[in-house]
């Protein structure tokens, strides 16, 4: 058991199962003016992002440097929103109450994988083999025996796993859930609850392996993210430049994506407290807790920048300080130092306050900054390498100039995260966003209890 003392009246959701059932089942029904126009204005930047990729097209896929910000862009969605269902996965293995309202929030995001594996197309087909390139795919390996098409087999194979596994999680996770929109909805979409539910009947034996499924799902999308966190880190970045050997940027290149997945999960649940009518569900608990793990993740990314800087630092070569140059203190800089500070700096220099980090809006405005901070890096990272062009050796011999971004490249990468919000906005209406059966055992673990002149909260920890 743990006592959980808010210094307030502790929240407890002051609804009965019935109603939590009802209401948030009929929330995916529910279709505003407001919503409707979200989606229309989605939809047209989506459309937008969609003639940026035609007017690129031009230049073909025999050279990658045109496609620079189109993987700045997969780079940034995997970052952010294909990160973010960890942040369903880790509090349901730590037995955490705080994730239940935001585990669904977290998971939906998955879907962001679909408009991905299509983004992927034309970077594959404009990436270089890994022959003569320092690359994660070791060139005497690839002559003697790698299977025909790396890295581009794997790294593909990778991605579309990574996916696959994303939406399985999000469906066996639901699976109550639809059990109960089977109960309450007719229809059309009645049918497709009664499809997804498998004959749920909520037997023991049923939540046991479901348990067991989520907990096998969550291992292995843990695995895939790291997996495909390496591979585009190296085969999209670090291979494209001479000389560049770094063996702790894939490591902060996945942690930076924990980091986003946190930034990523509160400002989407802010929206959906704030204009979803999910106040009653989303409260100060979760933007208490996710902004504590904020912090602890705003340090762990200095802590591994910082390892990894070092050593070009001190060594001093020619090729190190070129690409020191390239990425952090040449035309770049504007935006490596817009980066350490909103991913950085300004997490731990408000964070620390006790009154920004237990508050809503505190967590959320430091949490949109790592966003635009964490999109600006990818820019920074997958922009300069692609700049460097078909140079191939041991050495980074001059510094290239800074690739501006054209009319076509500024709507594809406004298309990319329109269209993953587009997907996340629309798979709304099929999953409810507040998981229902975990917040119906979150209120049957936890009780106020008076003690002298203060209530607790008593939370149990189930098994």
Known sequence: MAINNHHRQPEILQKSSTEVSEELIAGTSRTSSRFMLFCLVLLGLTVLGVAGFFMRLQDGFSHHTPWAYLAAAFAFIL????????????????????GRPVSRIAELWAVAGLLQLLILIPLILSLPDAEGRSTFWFTNLYREGWP????????????????????????????????????????????????LSLNWSGSKAEWTRL???????????????VTVHTFVSFDFAQSLVPGWRDSLFPTWHALSGIQGAVASTLVTAFVLRNFGGMKAYIGLNQFWSLGKLLLALSLLWAYFWWSGFIIFWYGKTETEQNLLQLLMFG???????????????????????????KSI??????????LIGTFLDRVRVYVASYSVG?????????????LKPELA????????????????????????????????????????????KVNLRVLAKPY
Request: aromatic share 12%.
């Open 390 to 402: 078909d140079v191939k050796g041991a050495y980074l011999e001059h510094v290239p100039a800074v």
């Open 331 to 357: 035309s770049y800089r504007p935006l490596f130092l817009a980066t350490f500070g909103l991913c950085f700096l300004i997490p731990l220099l408000s964070l620390v306050w006790n009154p920004i980090r």
């Open 79 to 98: 970052t952010t929103s294909m990160s973010a269902p960890l942040v369903a996965i880790a509090p349901r293995l730590a037995k955490a109450h705080f």
């Open 148 to 195: 025909p098409g790396t890295p581009h087999t794997w790294l593909v194979l990778s991605v579309v796993f990574l996916v696959l596994n994303g939406l399985a999680l999000l469906w066996v996770a639901a699976i109550p859930d639809f059990a109960i929109g089977r109960d309450k909805c007719s229809g059309l979409k009645g049918s497709i609850y009664r499809l």
């Open 361 to 370: 809006i505190g967590p959320t405005v430091i949490a949109t900054g790592v």
């Open 409 to 452: 490249d500024i709507f594809m990468m406004v298309g990319v995260i329109a269209g993953s919000m587009l997907l996340y906005t629309l798979s709304t209406r099929l999953f409810p966003v507040v998981n229902i059966w975990e917040t119906k055992e979150g209120m049957l673990l936890q009780r106020v209890r008076p003690l002298n």
């Open 211 to 225: 348990r067991n499924r989520v907990g096998i799902l969550g291992t292995f999308y843990f695995m895939f993210l």
